[in-house]
């Protein structure tokens, strides 16, 4: 059983379209990460967030933590062909857990 | 600038012939991370080295070994490799165990033959 359910696990859009991959979980977390993984290349950190109904904003990235603090949201607006990646949300049990991970392709 | 380098990038090698994958940080953290990522997976924690205290994730093949000399260094052995261990290897620091700050590198593509 995954500590981190991510959805979708694939999309593929158009550029310009809106999109929102979710990461949800049973547990409460004190804080959870956003990655951004490009193709053949490591993780990178977005985002932490730590407070519940957290909003944190990076260009064209939103980023959510539930007020209960087990689940959380990113939403990209106007996706663009660079947004194409893994997104990976993660959380620190002792060592980082991550999500399965969400495969975006954004294309022109 | 500080960081956390990888190298090969690329490593080819022959089913059950020894390869090692190396890595190094000038971010001088302490705990050192080998993680497994098969394609359009998540990362998977195979060990850590917290300073020279070595954590073997319990779920992580005796094939797979690590080796710390120095704060600097880090490397993976793998000493049969299979076709099943076809992966992204990545390497990632973090100053403290569970800190919330942690550095990938940009990773070793390995392909079995």
């Known amino acids: 059983t995954q500590l981190l359910e991510q959805s979708p696990q694939f999309l593929s859009i158009q550029e310009g379209e809106n999109l929102t991959v979710y990461c949800n979980s049973s547990s409460v977390f004190s804080s959870l990460q956003w990655y951004r993984q490009e193709p053949g290349e490591g993780p990178v950190l977005l985002v932490t967030v730590v407070t519940g109904g957290e909003v944190k904003k990076l260009k064209r990235l939103t980023f959510q933590f539930g007020d209960a603090r087990k689940d959380s949201s990113l939403h990209i607006t106007a996706a663009q062909p660079g947004d194409t990646g893994l997104y990976l949300c993660?959380?620190?049990?002792?060592?980082?857990?991550f999500g399965q991970g969400t495969t975006l392709q954004v294309k022109p | 600038d500080a960081m956390v380098i990888q190298n090969p990038r690329y490593q080819v090698t022959q089913f059950g012939k020894p390869v090692t994958l190396s890595c190094s940080q000038t971010l001088n953290h302490n705990v050192m991370y080998w993680y497994q990522q098969k394609s359009s997976q998540a990362p998977k924690l195979l060990f850590h080295y917290y300073d020279k205290d070595f954590n073997n994730e319990a779920d992580t093949p005796d094939n797979f070994q690590s080796r710390r000399p120095n704060t600097s260094f880090c490397f993976l052995d793998i000493r049969s490799p299979g076709l099943g261990d076809a992966a992204m290897y990545l390497c990632?620091?973090?100053?403290?165990?569970?800190?919330?700050?942690?550095?990938f590198g940009s990773g070793t593509r390995l392909t079995v033959v």
């Open positions: 993660a959380v620190l049990g002792g060592k980082l857990i």
């Open positions: 990632a620091t973090s100053r403290e165990w569970a800190s919330e700050g942690y550095t």
